[in-house]
């Protein structure tokens, strides 16, 4: 079983449209968490932390379940340059942050 | 400021070649990563560096790759006797403190190795 694990999609959604992934992690030692948005033949950057309160980045929110050992992202009002694949890292329960396999999103007019 | 760079940028090298990347990390980060790409598929970690050691090198998919770590600073992997399945983009990320750390990574553009 994978350390953490993501719907692949891709979610193909209007423009404007509020979109949620979530992303589930095996490792309960698990201490940080994150979203990262990778583009089309790009390297990975950090989207947002998840912290354990839950933050909020402008259209962008994340949520932290501990008990269920689960992070969601939303993005609300979804606009064209939201395309991309989001990946969920889970870290500090070893060495390796570990990536989900990621979720891709296609926002169309 | 300067972010992780990555050279070359894009690799054409032909089967049974020996192949060197190279990672520039941020300057003062403590961890380095190496990972895998293959086209549409998800990260695969290869090796992790805290400083000049490498705790982990359990993501190496055989002895045909290695990797090292000088000064606490440039990384290079090297692949030898490529084969046409090594063909993938290769990134690099760097931390500031790693070891488990709820630290940022941050990532190079990657090479882009193509075996023929």
């Known amino acids: 079983r994978k350390e953490v694990e993501q719907d692949p999609g891709p979610f193909n959604v209007p423009e404007g449209a509020t979109v949620a992934f979530n992303c589930t992690y095996s490792?309960?030692?698990?201490?940080?968490f994150f979203w990262y948005r990778q583009d089309c033949r790009k390297e990975p950057k950090l989207l947002m932390s998840?912290?354990?309160s839950g933050n909020e980045d402008g259209r962008f929110t994340a949520q932290l379940n501990r008990a269920s050992q689960y992070i969601s992202l939303l993005i609300r009002d979804s606009k064209l340059s939201d395309s991309a694949t989001y990946l969920c890292?889970?870290?500090?329960?070893?060495?390796?942050?570990?990536f989900g396999r990621g979720t891709s999103l296609i926002v169309h007019p | 400021g300067a972010g992780v760079s990555q050279s070359p940028s894009n690799k054409v090298t032909e089967k049974g070649k020996d192949v060197e990347l190279r990672c520039d990390p941020i300057s003062g980060h403590t961890a380095l990563y190496w990972y895998r790409q293959r086209l549409g598929q998800g990260l695969e970690f290869l090796i992790y560096f805290q400083g000049n050691s490498a705790p982990d090198k359990s993501g190496l998919p055989s002895d045909r790759f290695s990797a090292e770590r000088t000064g606490e600073s440039v990384s290079t992997l090297t692949i030898q006797r490529t084969q046409q399945e090594d063909s993938a983009v290769y990134l690099c990320?760097?931390?500031?403190?790693?070891?488990?750390?709820?630290?940022?990574?941050?990532f190079g553009p990657g090479t882009r190795l193509t075996v023929l």
């Open positions: 490792n309960s030692a698990s201490q940080s």
């Open positions: 890292v889970a870290s500090g329960g070893s060495y390796i942050p570990t």
């Open positions: 998840v912290y354990s």
């Open positions: 990320a760097s931390s500031l403190v790693g070891g488990g750390a709820a630290d940022t990574q941050y």
